[in-house]
């Protein structure tokens, strides 16, 4: 039997494994800076919460209370913008670094291709 077939599929077996694995660890840490991003949201969300309770309680005055709101405001509105740039920069990188695998698997199968062009035509069972 033919050796050179058997070969192949096994190289291919591995490249293909190794493939897989880099998109998966890809996907693992964009997921992981996704859910870092989220809990930075929650953690805004008791924040704001926490010091909207405050302010009701310590707040002397319909003047204090609206000045207070607008500044718990502002502060919160600054910190979800940041988090929202974060995000966006995430899934940024997220997206160059999938067209790299991608163009990289594109490579690895047009190089397949050629070494398995060279091996010789495939015989014909009669």
């Known amino acids: 039997m033919n050796t050179a ?10 490249g293909s ?5 880099g998109l998966y660890l890809m996907q693992t840490k964009t997921v992981e800076q996704l859910i870092e991003q989220q809990m930075a949201l929650v953690s805004l969300s008791v924040e704001f919460v926490t010091r909207q ?14 000045s207070g ?3 718990i405001t502002t502060e919160i509105s600054s910190k979800v913008q940041g988090i929202a740039r974060n995000t966006l920069d995430i899934m940024n ?9 991608f163009e990289n698997c594109v490579k690895e ?12 035509p495939v015989s014909k069972a009669a």
């Open 109 to 120: 199968t047009e190089k397949g291709i050629k070494e398995a062009t060279k091996s010789g």
């Open 53 to 66: 309770m405050k302010l009701a309680s310590e707040a002397k005055g319909y003047k204090e209370v609206l």
């Open 5 to 14: 077939i058997y070969e192949n599929m096994n190289k291919f077996s591995k």
């Open 17 to 21: 494994y190794e493939t897989m694995k």
């Open 93 to 101: 990188e997220s997206r160059e670094e999938l067209n790299t695998w």
């Open 69 to 71: 709101q607008t500044e």
